[in-house]
């Protein structure tokens, strides 16, 4: 009975330590966030580009930039954020398809409308698929060409650092 009690004990604190992990395990990195932080020299903003195929793009993206954005306003409490898709992942953000990542476009509006991020994705791009500006999620700026915005950014001294899905590395045990 003691050897089961001292059991019990070791799983259930292994069950809440893992618990804890992932509660705190959203933390994203990413080397060209870290590099600037520990520059030590604020640029006026960061721009967030997305070019994706994935079709689930922003479950993993929305909550990367609210963590990075976090971890840049922590930094450097000055700095404005903006965020530019110009990849597939952009119709993602159309009205029909918003429904499919609630959690997702419920961050992405909490960044646009509380935090003054700015969300852009590229009309160019969605010309060539027929989709018009009217067709996305009213937090999205339909700019004129993705590409050209950033650029716009980074003539304002903006620093562009593109997003990327990194997969888990595979066990090797």
């Known amino acids: 009975m003691i050897i089961f009690k001292k059991t019990l004990k070791i799983l259930l604190l292994s069950l809440l330590l893992v618990g804890y992990s992932l509660a705190h395990a959203q933390e994203y990195s990413h080397p060209s966030v870290t590099h600037l932080i520990e520059a030590n020299d604020e640029p006026v903003g960061v721009v967030f580009e997305l070019i994706e195929s994935d079709?689930?793009?922003?479950?993993?993206?929305?909550?990367?930039?609210?963590?990075?954005?976090?971890?840049?306003?922590?930094?450097?409490p000055n700095i404005e954020i903006a965020v530019v898709s110009h990849g597939r992942e952009q119709f993602q953000l159309i009205k029909k398809r918003a429904e499919l990542q609630k959690e997702?476009?419920?961050i992405l509006d909490d960044l646009v409308r509380k935090e003054n991020v700015n969300l852009h994705v590229c009309g160019t791009h969605s010309s060539w698929f027929g989709i018009k500006p009217s067709s996305?999620?009213?937090?999205?700026?339909?700019?004129?060409?993705?590409?050209?915005?950033?650029?716009d950014y980074i003539n304002l001294g903006y620093i562009s650092i593109q997003l990327y899905y990194k997969k888990p590395k595979k066990d090797s045990n």
Not at 55 to 76: E, F, H, R, S, V
Not at 136 to 151: F, L, Q, R, T
């Open 104 to 106: 997702a476009i419920s």
């Open 55 to 76: 079709k689930n793009t922003w479950q993993w993206a929305a909550p990367m930039i609210k963590d990075l954005k976090g971890q840049l306003k922590a930094k450097y």
């Open 136 to 151: 996305y999620i009213d937090i999205v700026d339909v700019a004129e060409s993705g590409p050209a915005k950033i650029n």
